[in-house]
């Protein structure tokens, strides 16, 4: 965005023909000059632009943030990031090796976007659950405004979250190098993890992807 | 919670580890209430918006009724102004009446004494003056008179009442005039009553002297002639008839009568009267020029008859006869027919009312389109003709429309015979011409344009996307689109496929299918010519190409990767704007890397042709097929220029003027560019909120405008290329009539996210659809 850099006033637009390495290029916005109703959303994707491996500062609210819309916006960031992941398994994850969506052998898991649950090949478990997100996400019945979000319906975020972190389960039981690229590109796991972690959104034992450990080393090495 | 206990069942978890939720919950609603009495910025705007959406509607709505209410006061006035017509007409008539009546008696004063009485009575030379000056300004002097009041005017219809009573016609007169007066308010004359009341009179007739009787009926009958004469052009045939049956059977009736008083009288032969008043009648005829037409019929009551035949002969035009009387006839025949023409024409207005801007529109948008390219061949030749005049465009109208144009134009003739107010009757019925309902029967491209007419409103939502919709394109046929976010994705909208919405007025559609392949955001969308295939363009540098399932498939089938069907590699940086053509099977494409690329999708080396420019001209931002031209191509650059390029060399062939007409400020970027349909004109959208209009053939600019509050971002047009689509970033979306350059409708339609807001729109090729999309990751459809 050279040109929104030149006028005084910076504009933050994408226009035609901005390169790749232009996208978003531009000043952060502090959140209390975000005057949009998608401040929230704004806020996370120019925290993740920023640095998308520093989860603690992604998943850290501006201060006065209703906690609902928070986790609402971040978990919609989650399921369209997880659309990355969806693409690279479609490549690799084909149902006649993945015929049941499976992690460890302990749980067979069912798609919940039938009217009867059924066992859905892994990619059209991934497919569906993400489409499903979305909808339940976007629905105007459960969430027709971005910026207050009724109880009832930030009930509904836990479940959206034990399933599509099933994706990632999936993916690193049994797509590990194809998770890894992932994981290197984006943080996504980790990002997730610690997200749930925080909110309470999901229980720790369901928590299988040993990501943390990880990321510890990680930083670790990247201190070193 | 009591939601989430099947759900996580459903999710066929198949072991424990829910235990934790309900305390989860808990801890959550706790939060909320500590949260909830907090304020925060997006939530007070968000809250105004909703506000002030809900002020715009209500503002819009109140708009409407206030114009509704206006038309129908305009109605009304025009009713009261015809009425008021009608009563001036009315006195004018009882007048008239009223001055025949007292020459009659005059007459036949004379005629009996041979000379002129009764003081009270005008003489036949003041009369004829007075009937000289009636003649030459009757209109005036008989509206003074009528403009002299009510009081007067009852006294005249009392003293007339009288006369008539003298002579025995009063209850037939009044019976007619009251019939007339109800088939102008256009109720159903009833024709039993004068038939009745004839006799009547008939009977009262018979006690009268023969000779005064023979006379006054003359003059009744005169009067009734006229009378009859105006029915016959208000409208109502069967009142005419009515008054013509009556009138023959009473002059039968009275011929019968008059040979027995004759009879009675000892007089010997009915020649011998005849001859005798017409000698009479000749005297008179010397003395009193002015009288002629009335003096002209006699005693005899084949000859009153005769006359009546006249009378009905006169209604055709020829006035040679009946001077004086003719001469106000016609005037008042003329004033009838404004009267009707002025309530038709109300009638029509209302009822074309909702039609009628529409139509001018038309008009206007043909004459103009002729006058911009005369070289512009056959249809645009049509619509010079059809707009310069209204006769040429009878000429052109389908059987249908006749019908309704039939009558008037045959008046209008009628007129300019009698030479009387010709002009301003012609006038009055050029005006009807032109709001003539049956108009848009004339253009066949009006026929599928209905929608238009009618405001557009916000009918689907599409929610389903996580961030800004960059693309859409509608099917060719189906309700079925396509949108192309920046979540990665692509979705395919079945817009019969709705949920039902709580008290929402628009629907919520749900995506039938998502198109799973880019890495990174969507950011152009083409659907091809068939509905079969279509073609995406990412920040990943690929171009996608998919077969579209089914618009009816089940939105959780098993995953085809045969959906997929290629892709096109060749950019090396974000492919921004991409472009179909309608015939052949070719693509275009233009990316961040500043080439512009001609595809052939689906053969083995689908890259055709790279089109560059100097690198000073930066990159360009949208392509699109010059229509009108097979062999051109036009794309913009963030430079602000825009080339034409020749489509098998590669070369430019034009620069259209674009970057001089806009600001110097470099940051004038053109983020669209589109081609008419059918002419050879190049529209461009622009960051400086203008919408510019080029010609292929110079270069020249046609037509600047600002267009929005923001920059432009994005442009349709329709199939006829008479409406133009815009999207800007000041949130709303802007219909334009391409003829007259001027706005239609604004639509808010959604909000922003950075500074971004609309990023695209389009026309459905057939379908009356126009849809938008916008980084608050939305679709909607208009209706």
Known sequence: MKMANETAPIIRRNRPGTKNKDWCNWEDESFEEMDSTLAVQQFIQQAIRKDFTNVEEILNPPEGQDEGVWKYEHLRQFCMELNGLAVKLQVECNPETCTQMTATEQWIFLCAAHKTPKECPAIDYTRHTLDGAACLLNSNKYFPSRVSIKDSSVAKLGSVCRRVYRIFSHAYFHHRPLFDTYENETYLCRRFTQFVTKYNLMSKDNLIVPIMEDQQTLEGESEA | ?783
């Not at chain 2, 395919?492 to 799973?516: C, G, H, I, M």
């Open chain 2, 1 to 783: 919670m009591i939601e989430d206990g099947p759900g996580s069942q459903h999710g066929g978890q198949l072991g424990p580890g829910s235990g934790g939720l309900g305390m989860v919950t808990k801890s959550q609603q706790d939060d909320g209430i500590k949260q909830r009495p907090q304020y925060s910025m997006p939530g007070i705007l968000h809250f105004l918006q909703t506000e002030w959406a809900r002020f715009e509607m209500e503002r819009s709505q109140w708009e409407v009724e206030r114009a509704e209410l206006q038309a129908r006061i305009a109605f009304l006035q025009g009713e009261r102004k015809g009425q008021e017509n009608l009563k001036q007409d009315l006195v004018r008539r009882i007048k008239m009446l009223e001055y025949a009546l007292k020459q009659e008696r005059g007459k036949y004063h004379k005629l009996k004494y041979g000379t002129d009485l009764n003081p009270e009575d005008l003489k036949p030379p003041t009369f004829d003056k007075e009937n000289k000056d009636d003649h030459i300004d009757g209109e005036i002097s008989l509206s003074t008179s009528s403009g002299t009041g009510t009081a007067t005017w009852r006294q005249g219809r009392q003293l007339l009442r009288q006369y008539l009573q003298e002579i025995g016609y009063t209850d037939t007169i009044i019976d007619v005039r009251s019939a007339r007066v109800r088939s102008l308010l256009g109720l159903q004359t009833q024709s039993g009553d004068s038939d009745a009341d004839i006799s009547q009179s008939v009977l009262v007739n018979g006690d009268q002297p023969n000779k005064r009787d023979n006379q006054g009926k003359r003059a009744g009958l005169k009067k009734i002639g006229n009378l009859a004469n105006d029915n016959a052009l208000i409208d109502t045939e069967n009142a005419v008839m009515t008054t013509f049956d009556f009138l023959n059977s009473g002059n039968v009736v009275e011929d019968e009568e008059d040979l027995s008083d004759d009879n009675e009288d000892g007089i010997a032969a009915d020649d011998e009267a005849e001859e005798r008043l017409e000698r009479a009648s000749m005297k008179l005829k010397g003395d009193n020029e002015g009288l002629t037409g009335l003096d002209e019929t006699d005693a005899d009551t084949e000859e009153a008859l005769a006359e009546f035949h006249f009378l009905e002969s006169e209604m055709g035009g020829s006035s040679e006869k009946h001077e004086s009387s003719s001469g106000e006839d016609e005037e008042w025949v003329v004033d009838q027919r404004h009267i009707s023409e002025l309530k038709e024409q109300y009638k029509k207005e209302r009822k074309g009312k909702k039609t009628r801007p529409t139509r001018h529109a038309l008009q206007a948008m043909l004459a103009s389109l002729g006058g911009e390219d005369d070289g512009f061949t056959a249809g645009v030749g049509d619509g010079q003709s059809l707009a310069s005049s209204g006769e040429a465009r009878e000429d052109d109208i389908p059987s249908g429309g006749q019908i309704s144009y039939a009558r008037k134009p045959m008046m209008g003739l009628q007129d300019d015979d009698e030479n009387l107010d010709g002009g301003l009757v012609l006038g009055e019925l050029a005006g009807l011409t032109v709001n003539n309902e049956a108009d848009p029967v004339n253009y066949d491209i009006s026929a599928p344009k209905e929608g238009y007419r009618k405001t557009w409103s916000a009918k689907y939502t599409l929610r389903s996307h996580f961030d800004g919709v960059r693309a859409l394109a509608f099917h060719p046929v189906e309700p079925v689109l396509l949108t192309a976010s920046e979540d990665h994705t692509l979705k395919l909208w079945n817009l019969q496929k709705t949920v039902p919405a709580k008290k929402a007025a628009s629907l919520d559609v749900e995506p039938v299918y998502t198109f799973r392949a880019h890495v990174g955001p969507v950011l152009s969308l083409a659907m091809s010519p068939s509905g079969e295939q279509c073609y995406s363009g990412g920040m990943d540098t690929t171009i996608r190409c998919w077969n579209i399932p089914k618009s009816d498939i089940d939105p959780y089938d098993s995953f085809d990767p045969n959906v997929l069907s290629g892709t096109l590699e060749a950019h090396t940086d974000a492919v921004w704007g991409l472009s179909i053509h309608s015939s052949k099977n070719q693509l275009l494409s233009c990316s961040g890397d500043g080439t512009v690329r001609l595809w052939s999708p689906g053969i083995k080396s689908p890259l055709l042709n790279t089109f560059t420019v100097d690198s000073e001209e930066g990159v360009p931002t949208s392509v699109d097929f010059v229509r009108c031209d097979p062999n051109q191509i036009v794309a913009s650059y963030t430079s602000s220029n825009t080339y034409i390029f020749d489509m098998e060399t590669g070369a430019q062939v034009l620069m259209l003027e674009t970057k001089i007409n806009s600001d110097a400020s470099g940051s004038n970027q053109i983020n669209r560019v589109i081609s008419h349909p059918t002419l050879p004109i190049s529209i461009t959208a622009h960051e400086d909120r203008h919408i510019r209009f080029f010609d292929n053939n110079t270069g020249k600019i046609i037509h600047s405008m600002v267009a929005h509050l923001d920059s432009v971002t994005s442009l349709a047009i329709d199939p006829n290329g008479l409406y133009l689509l815009s999207g800007s970033h000041d949130c709303s979306i802007r219909l334009w009539n391409l003829d007259s350059k001027t706005c239609v409708q604004e639509i808010t339609s959604h909000r922003k996210k950075f500074e971004e807001s609309i990023h695209d729109v389009a026309f459905h090729p057939q379908k009356p659809y126009i849809a938008s999309a916008g980084a608050d990751a939305l679709a909607k459809v208009f209706v």
